[in-house]
């Protein structure tokens, strides 16, 4: 049973666009919500992470938007870059240390 | 930074053989380990959570006798799959716990013939 549902599927963003993932949970309990950028054959590497107590966090580009009473959480890549290429995964988790659900995954394609 | 490493990083075995997958962490000392699988084009799915000086705990419909997990320091974890087939084909991962976050490593392609 898929905890983390992520949407969409796929994008396709020009370059200096808005990227836009949507990711929704079920379960209450958790309390990390970390986003991954994973390239061909690389493991995951986490890019921007966010907790329950906070509705918005930014790092750089990357920004988080937390909305708990919906159970939704969404990454914003600001001005897209063709390096931004990749596939994203949100995931959640009970603790930071505990194993996360991730999410199905998105690919994106940002192009010149 | 954190650095988990992991060897091989592709693997090509014949069917009916066993396969060793090492994860290391580099700079930091890890009583808990997880590993993933990924199947292409998928997501990452929890295989088991491992913990330094205990048995592992796996997770509903991963076959513990299959794929063996062995964390015998804070450093180093190990999965075994036992008597590799075709489905077993995938991409394996390791992640290590360190101060709350998860580092996870590059992944083993591992390909059964």
């Known amino acids: 049973q898929q905890q983390v549902k992520q949407s969409p599927q796929s994008l396709i963003v020009q370059k200096g666009g808005i990227s836009i993932i949507n990711c929704a949970y079920e379960?209450?309990?958790?309390?990390?919500f970390p986003w991954y950028q994973q390239f061909p054959g690389k493991g995951p590497a986490l890019l921007i992470a966010?907790?329950?107590?906070?509705s918005e966090k930014k790092e750089g580009r990357f920004t988080i938007s937390f909305n708990k009473s919906a159970k939704q959480f969404s990454l914003h890549i600001m001005d897209s870059q063709p390096g931004d290429s990749a596939t994203y995964f949100c995931?959640?988790?009970?603790?930071?240390?505990?194993?996360?659900?991730f999410g199905k995954g998105t690919s994106l394609l940002v192009t010149p | 930074g954190a650095v988990v490493s992991q060897h091989p990083s592709r693997v090509i075995c014949k069917s009916g053989t066993s396969v060793k997958i090492e994860c290391r962490s580099l700079?930091?000392?890890?009583?808990?380990m997880f590993w993933y699988r990924q199947f292409p084009k998928q997501s990452l799915m929890l295989m088991a959570t491992?913990?330094?000086?205990?048995?592992?705990?796996?997770e509903q419909g991963v076959e513990k006798d299959k794929f063996l997990i062995n964390h015998a320091s804070l450093t180093l974890s190990t999965l075994t799959v036992t008597s590799a087939h075709p489905e077993d084909s995938s991409f394996y991962i390791c992640?290590?716990?360190?101060?709350?976050?998860?580092?996870f490593g590059p992944g083993t392609r591992l390909t059964v013939t």
């Open positions: 379960n209450t309990a958790f309390d990390y």
């Open positions: 700079d930091f000392q890890a009583t808990t």
């Open positions: 966010i907790r329950p107590d906070v």
């Open positions: 992640s290590a716990r360190r101060q709350g976050l998860q580092y």
């Open positions: 491992s913990n330094e000086g205990s048995k592992a705990t796996y």
């Open positions: 995931a959640a988790s009970k603790n930071s240390g505990y194993a996360l659900n």
